[in-house]
């Protein structure tokens, strides 16, 4: 065995001295914060960016329901009387596996950041759910053994809203759109009966844009007005297809102001 000289053995002191110095600068520059205050268990988390999503034991029924933090609230997703676990995010989506009181199994469902969505109906366990930007896979029970089972996300698309500052007090007829469709897409491609705002106001008009993947769609300005409140950054989302069932979905902001309030 080679012994150290001095010197040496005075190097390896500093370095591990540095060594130390440096591990304990990083535990003095995280910054910690309590999320959660309650009387009951917040389990299991999960992060994507900004954004997490987790269990949260409901005392009042019992069961575990989800939780989703949008970096700057925390939101419950479900409420019920039956357990909702093992929650996956993506962004602002999440996806999540919730008992069926009914056939007695487990479901898969789907929270797109605007509504939730139940992916599978059926009589046999849909367990374990996986999230990426495209798809939304999950282990499916047929009866005699597991299956890996599929849903598609919708594909993401561009849109310009104008007015970009809506007054609640108008009276102009439209809010106009400005769709742009996937890349590989054509707007003439777009079925035009699925186009919802806000997932609830049909479009009213469409009319060609320049290049041939834009739209330009106007909808009910009283319509879609009933649904917004004031803020200063808006969430306006457009979903529909395309004919040939390609699921597409777009969003925008706006400053949506009240006067008088």
């Not at 500093?14 to 914060?33: D, E, K, N, P, R």
């Not at 366990?125 to 930007?133: A, L, R, W, Y």
């Not at 997932?199 to 739209?215: A, C, H, I, M």
Request: net charge negative; proline share 5%.
């Amino acid at each position: 065995m080679k012994l150290l000289t001095n010197k040496s053995f005075q190097i390896v002191l500093v370095l591990m001295f540095l060594g130390i110095c440096t591990c304990h600068s990083y535990a003095i520059g995280l910054v910690t914060q309590q999320l959660t205050d309650n009387d009951s268990n917040d389990i299991y988390p999960q992060l994507s960016g900004s954004y997490a999503v987790w269990e949260w034991e409901d005392p009042n029924e019992n069961d575990s329901e989800i939780m989703f933090y949008d970096s700057e609230n925390i939101i419950q997703l479900t409420n019920n009387a039956t357990d909702d676990i093992n929650p996956q995010i993506l962004g602002k989506k999440v996806v999540w596996q919730g008992w069926d009181p009914n056939d007695g199994d487990w479901e898969i469902f789907y929270y797109d950041g605007h509504t939730i969505q139940q992916l599978t109906n059926d009589a046999y366990d849909d367990i374990n759910p996986k999230i990426s930007k495209s798809l939304i896979i999950w282990e499916g029970w047929d009866g005699n053994d597991w299956e890996i089972e599929m849903g598609l996300i919708p594909l993401p698309a561009g849109m310009k809203v104008t007015p970009q500052s809506l007054n609640l007090k108008s009276k102009g007829g439209w809010i106009s759109v400005h769709l742009k469709v996937p890349e590989g897409m054509k707007g003439s491609q777009v079925d035009k009966t699925s186009l919802l705002l806000m997932g609830q106001v049909p479009v009213d008009k469409v009319q060609k844009g320049e290049g041939s993947r834009k739209l330009t769609l106007k909808f009910k300005r009283a319509a879609v007005q009933a649904l917004l409140t004031p803020g200063p950054e808006v969430e306006i989302y457009l979903t529909g297809q395309m004919k040939d069932g390609t699921a597409i979905e777009a969003s925008d902001t706006i400053k949506v102001i009240n006067p008088g309030n």
